[in-house]
């Protein structure tokens, strides 16, 4: 046992080093596309000190909403573009008649009141959209490249996703560190009452703010969609995204990618030289052993604002 878990996976590394490389890349685009939904906690995150517990159904809901609009004969653009103002929609009924009424309560029960939402955008999801397992009807790639003469392969879609989470993640960067909005949200986040008393309209911060996240999850739903068909299991990925937050910190966007990265490379390298000798599928469960484990040492995650209270 102890040369399987020890001596054995480091000698297949070093004898099949493509491998190795086709099971890392794969793991690091695997990684971005945990990112998307993880950006999604932190944006929420980051402005109300809320953990959005909805946000997996989020992801869930818009995919849904794009299937749906294209099953009434919308074009692929034309749905994408229908969800996004359904979303936003969305972030105006939460900020009204969720955030809003709560302002100044403790997290607990803002987190209480998204576990409520979640609830209750997938039983609305459903009753109009359907239950059913749905695909979406437009083509997005599947092939594989090959590289350094055919051995190593990548897949196209992966790859796809990564680079469209890598453009999204800098585009928030940006948003978040040059823009007046951007630093208005950062405000918010620092200090609500503070926040207030120099004139930032608390209400439609959380708007933007829930719209973002809401954008953030049509990418991620169609991405994770594409690769594993919209049903009810698709809202599951976010639980994945929780060991990528606790690496990466609540608070940063930057830490969501690096957390993304991590976890996705490490359960795809520990799945594949590691799981034989555990009795295979640790792909599940790796992460959270992984995050909690990193708990022990870190708490706030590597990128995290580590809270120090005075008494």
Known sequence: M???????PFVEIAEYPYF?????????LTGVMYSLVALGFVLIFKASGVFNFAQGIMVLFAALTVVGFMDYGAPAWLAI????????????GVERYVMRPLVNQDHIIMFMATIGLAYFLDGFGQTIWGSDVKSFAFDLPRD????????VFVNQLDLLG????????????IFFQKTKIGRALRAVADDHQAAMSVGIPLNQIWVIVWSVAGIVAIVAGIMWGAKV???????????????VLILGGFTSIPGAIIGGLIIGAG????????????GGAIEDWFAYVLALVFLLFR???LFGEKIIERV
């Open 2 to 8: 102890i040369e399987a878990l020890f001596i054995t």
């Open 20 to 28: 190795f490389l086709e099971v890392l890349i794969s793991g690091l």
């Open 81 to 92: 573009i229908l969800t996004a103002v359904v979303m936003v929609g969305l972030a105006f």
């Open 144 to 151: 594989n490249y090959q590289l350094l003469d055919g051995e």
């Open 162 to 173: 990564g680079v469209i989470a890598a453009l999204l993640v800098g585009g928030l960067a």
């Open 229 to 243: 068909t919209v049903q009810f299991s698709l809202s599951l990925i976010a639980l994945k995204a929780l060991p």
């Open 267 to 278: 359960e795809k390298i520990a799945e594949n030289f590691w799981g034989p000798a555990l």
């Open 299 to 301: 708490p706030q995650g």
